[in-house]
């Protein structure tokens, strides 16, 4: 009698089987037969109203049934799961010949591109390229440069202190220098380039801001003069403005070094004819430089009599703004892409 109603699932089984067509039916089907009153499961629980002696028989034939319908269900599960697989590749398949979705990409920034252009040229010259805190002490941004407390300096540079007149937002990157020397205790000679942001207090405006990018150089040896020094500028300004580009010195004042100039470039934009650009005259100022001031040599342990070397600071986002053609400083500060593309463009003029 228990054997007759297993053989009546299998027939059963065999009989709903060929009425299934998807897999919401297929589920359906296995709940009937496995769910928790379906019938095979139900033909478990007889097995504690077989005899002892017939139960190891009856529940081999038992799960010869469950085999049977989960062999079934699992070959018809991924037949099902193929078809809709290929009806979803064939709804959502791509035609390759239809016009792209454009897309519109980012650059790396105009003003961070340029300062990675100058330290590439310093790196092939043998110079490292090192940088220090932008919250500096008052002693490596004023004193050991020559410019003590009360100097008329300091009013110049129109400061953002922070706490007293000790600990500042460091108005020039000068201080990374001094650091720089210090460690060398005056015995070994540097060679350094010091990108990084510095802060006035100043006006934003087209030409003006607060918070700026400034790239100082630093070299200290034996016998430096002011002919090493314009070698120097001269190889940058090829670079940046290209071979025919012609630099001079002129004098000028800076606490720190003695003699102190202030290094022009031709005119990449007339050619020296004269125009707006470099006001007529056919030169741009672009550096500050000079021999370093005994004094500062002497402050960070180098002596004066044994060492010699040469200093100079670029305004890097004056330096972009004049290769790119930009009027307003604030474009190097934003993200929009219509600028960006626009830099690109005179990217490419410059390398053609």
């Known amino acids: 009698m228990k054997n007759k109603k297993i053989e009546e699932v299998k027939v059963l089984i065999d009989k709903d089987k060929n009425a299934v067509v998807d897999l919401k039916g ?3 089907l296995k709940v009937k037969y496995l769910g928790k009153k379906g019938l095979i499961s139900e033909l478990n629980q007889e097995i504690r109203n077989i005899p002892n002696e017939e139960k190891k028989e009856f529940g081999q034939k038992v799960n010869e049934v469950r085999t049977l319908f989960n062999e079934y269900y699992d070959e018809k ?3 099902f799961e193929s078809v809709l697989l290929n009806e ?14 454009k897309v519109v990409s980012g650059a ?3 003003l961070e591109k340029l300062v990675e252009e100058v330290e590439e040229v310093f790196m092939s010259m043998g110079y490292d390229v090192v940088d220090g805190p932008e919250i500096e002490e008052d002693k490596y941004n004023f004193e050991m440069l ?12 129109d400061t953002f202190y922070l706490e007293g007149e000790e600990i500042l937002l460091r108005s020039q990157t000068s201080p990374v220098q001094v650091r720089t020397m210090l460690k060398g205790k005056g015995e070994i000679p540097i060679r350094v380039i010091c990108p990084g942001k510095t802060y006035r207090r100043d006006d ?9 990018m400034q790239i100082e150089g630093l070299l200290v040896d034996k016998n430096i003069s002011l002919s090493d020094l314009k070698g120097t500028i001269d190889v940058l300004a090829k670079k940046l403005f290209g071979p025919e580009t012609e630099t001079r010195f002129h004098p000028s004042y800076y606490q720190f070094t003695e003699p102190s100039v202030e290094g022009d470039i031709s005119c990449f934009h007339c050619h020296g004819s004269g125009c707006h650009i470099c006001k007529n005259t056919g030169w741009i100022t ?21 060492w010699s070397g040469f200093a100079f600071g670029f305004g890097a986002d004056r330096l972009t703004m004049l290769k790119y053609g930009i009027d307003d400083c604030r474009v190097l500060y934003n993200t929009d892409l219509r600028e960006v593309t626009t830099f690109d463009r005179k990217e490419m003029e410059w390398n053609d």
């Open 26 to 28: 297929l589920n359906e």
């Open 77 to 79: 599960k991924k037949e």
């Open 88 to 101: 979803k590749l064939k709804k959502e398949a791509i035609d390759i010949s239809l016009p792209a979705t």
């Open 108 to 110: 790396p920034n105009i």
């Open 146 to 157: 020559n410019i003590p407390k009360g100097h008329p300096a300091r009013d110049a540079q």
């Open 204 to 212: 934003d405006d087209a030409t003006h801001s607060h918070q700026f």
């Open 286 to 306: 672009v550096v500050g430089a000079g021999i370093v001031h005994p004094n500062v040599l002497r402050m960070s342990g180098y002596d004066p009599e044994k």
